[in-house]
């Protein structure tokens, strides 16, 4: 197999669903804590479970991904460390790809008791990856083949973008947490359509296909969404009216605290 998956939850799965799209269902290897996850996953995508097997992966493939939180990453390296020595003696180590907030690549390093001999690779995606319109940050110490073979299989997931791992922490909480407040605003605007007398299916879809819209705006304009913004409001109109409301509420600095919390939280995850 080419790549092993240890976890299958949201983020898991939703990186999974992109490889098998770029590898191949054939490629892919699925195992979870309970087995059932990574059973019923591999199920829907065509790919192999290996249940509960979490060695499995370090055995064979060729990157091993691990979805796992960052308090429990000790615990799955520890168990996979004798595995990948083996590898590296033999001359044949696997790359290892994490998506755990927080741990750099040293500290991964140090956890799976490896050398300079095993590739590292940090991925922060976030769960629109699931249906390839995501964006994934990351930051690598391995064979430059390895990782260009890896983005190559990842491109269905949406964007990808390099950045210094110094970085990796801030671009998490903005492209990683962001889709919950994201989802959180749709949710607002829908319950504000609904009050103005929308259907909910009506009033959801417009929210989601407006943010969309937006987005696409400020990726392809290149304006600063500031800019955009006034272009949206009219003199005395309604739009201006809204914004008033959400800066007299605090919208903007509620916005910005919440990545800030999110970043500190991320930062305590590291020295855990």
């Not at 940090?122 to 391995?142: K, Q, S």
């Amino acid at each position: 197999m080419r790549y092993g998956f240890i976890g299958c939850g949201h983020m898991g799965g939703a990186v999974a669903r992109a490889v098998c799209r770029g590898a191949g269902s054939g490629q892919v290897l699925l195992t979870s804590g309970t087995g059932d996850t990574a059973d019923a996953l591999a199920a829907e995508l065509g790919c192999r479970s290996a249940g509960r097997d979490i060695l499995e992966p370090a055995r064979g493939c060729d990157y091993v991904v691990l979805a796992v939180k960052p308090q429990k990453m000790a615990e799955v390296l520890a168990a996979l460390a004798p595995v990948l020595r083996d590898r590296q003696q033999q001359g044949a180590p696997c790359t290892l790809v994490s998506m755990a907030a927080g741990l750099s690549i040293a500290r991964l390093r140090a956890m799976a008791g490896c050398g300079e001999g095993m590739g590292i690779i940090r991925i922060m995606p976030n769960t629109p990856v699931a249906v390839g319109e995501g964006l994934t940050v990351f930051c690598a110490e391995a064979p430059g083949d390895r990782v260009d073979a890896f983005l190559r299989d990842l491109a269905p997931a949406g964007a990808l973008d390099e950045i210094p791992e110094t970085l990796m922490d801030a671009a998490g909480c903005v492209a990683g947490c962001g889709p919950a407040w994201a989802y959180q605003f749709i949710e607002a605007l829908a319950d504000g359509g609904v009050a103005a007398g929308l259907p909910r299916q009506k009033a959801q879809a417009y929210a989601a296909q407006m943010l969309r819209g937006a987005a696409a705006m400020v990726l392809q304009s290149g304006q600063h969404p500031g800019a955009l913004k006034d272009a949206v409001c009219s003199p005395g109109g309604s739009t201006i009216e809204g914004v008033r409301l959400l800066e007299e509420r605090g919208f903007r600095g509620a916005v910005t605290d919440a990545v800030l919390a999110a970043y500190e939280k991320t930062k305590g995850l590291g020295k855990a």
